[in-house]
């Protein structure tokens, strides 16, 4: 495991509190050069949305029926989904704001291309970030988010398998953040009590788990037969389903979150859920994501799709086509997202 550039330098503050800039010692230890994990080279299968509901596909094994996913190969449709998401994001950050004051050190697990890690370190100010993630290639991204929004003497990044890529950080997170990455682990109560061994007294974890699917057309959109998005849910399910069937380790769990936050021996839960709304007409880089996610959708569960279904499909995809995703003027974006938060106790 490769704790990699840019690593933090400062000791987290007295009791948790906020780091003192350019003192002290890494969070993380650093690891020999290269031998950071990985996700390997691109998988033979297709990858997912990665969209609010759990339903972004994992990125290990390789299978063959297509679940496997190459987040290096999602990195633009990652990053440009997060920052549309950015209000949203904000307002969950604002809501753990409340609870957790002056955090020292923040992890964001499975960060991804580090948009919401950026966020943290734009919220605490005070605080380092260190964004983990089994991608380098991710991870190289987010160190260039960090350095161009300025914040990269704060930020840190480690590669590496989850959990135990969390073992190479030399001081406990004040704030362990994980957004629709631990989904993608096969055991996530073993994941969640890693994750909370990790916590310094009083820490926080925050888990961004589950919500609703995007929305982004109404019901009936004058093509095909009505109803495309609800029948894309069905199939999106029944892949998420096989996904996390075929993760290494897998095992299944009753996803009711604060029941495994508690069993991981966190304490005081709290639910709450935030709200994307971007209206029709919704602007280009709704747009974008949009069709990034349909042609994703048509890439791992288009088979299933009846003919019309499909045809209708390919002409929303079609950017001459004024009925696509493109150009309609009734597109919009609607989706929530749920944050679950718990405190290590003393
Ligand atoms: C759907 S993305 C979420 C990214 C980001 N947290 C967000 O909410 O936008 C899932 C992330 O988890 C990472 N990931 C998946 N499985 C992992 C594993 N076993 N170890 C480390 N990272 C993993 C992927 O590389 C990817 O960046």
């Known amino acids: 495991m490769a704790y990699d550039h ?15 800039p350019g003192t002290g010692a890494p969070h993380a230890r650093q690891g020999e050069p290269g031998s950071g994990a990985g996700h390997g080279g691109p998988g033979p299968g297709t990858a997912e949305a ?4 759990p339903h972004d596909g994992h990125g290990h094994a390789r299978h063959p029926h297509g ?6 190969a999602m990195a633009e449709q990652l990053e440009t989904q997060a920052e549309l998401y950015t209000p949203l994001y904000e307002r969950a950050l604002a809501w753990i704001g409340k609870e957790v004051t002056e955090p020292g050190l923040i992890v964001d697990a499975g960060s991804g291309p580090g948009v919401i890690s950026c966020l943290f370190a734009d919220a605490f100010p005070g605080a380092r970030v260190v964004a983990v993630d089994g991608s380098g290639e991710l991870l190289e991204r987010a160190r260039s988010r960090a350095e161009r929004l300025g914040v990269a003497d704060r930020f840190g990044t480690l590669t590496g398998e989850l959990p135990q890529a969390l073992d190479d950080l030399e001081y406990p997170a004040d704030l362990l953040w994980a957004s629709r990455s631990l989904h993608h682990l096969g055991d996530q109560q073993a994941a969640l009590s890693a994750f909370a061994d990790r916590l310094a007294p009083d820490g926080t974890l925050a888990l961004m788990e589950g919500g609703l699917p995007m929305r982004w057309l109404p019901r009936d959109i004058g093509i095909g037969r009505p109803g495309l998005q609800a029948r894309l849910d069905v199939l999106e399910e029944e ?5 996390r069937t075929e993760l290494p380790g897998s095992v299944d769990v009753t996803e009711d979150w604060p029941a495994l936050l508690t069993a991981a021996g966190l304490k005081h839960t709290r639910t709450r859920s935030f709200l994307l709304d971007l209206p029709a007409p919704a602007p280009d880089r709704a747009r974008a994501v949009v069709a990034a996610r349909l042609g994703r959708l048509r890439e791992i569960v288009g088979d299933g799709l009846d003919a019309e279904d499909r045809a209708t499909v390919d002409r929303l995809l079609d950017p001459q086509d004024p009925a696509s995703v493109h150009r309609r003027p009734d597109l919009f974006v609607l989706t929530a997202h749920t944050v679950h938060t718990a405190v290590k106790p003393h």
């Open 6 to 20: 840019h690593t933090p330098h400062t000791e987290p503050g007295p009791g948790g509190g906020p780091a003192a």
């Open 239 to 243: 892949w998420f389903t096989r996904m």
């Open 50 to 53: 990665g969209h609010g509901s």
């Open 67 to 72: 679940t496997d996913v190459d987040w290096a």
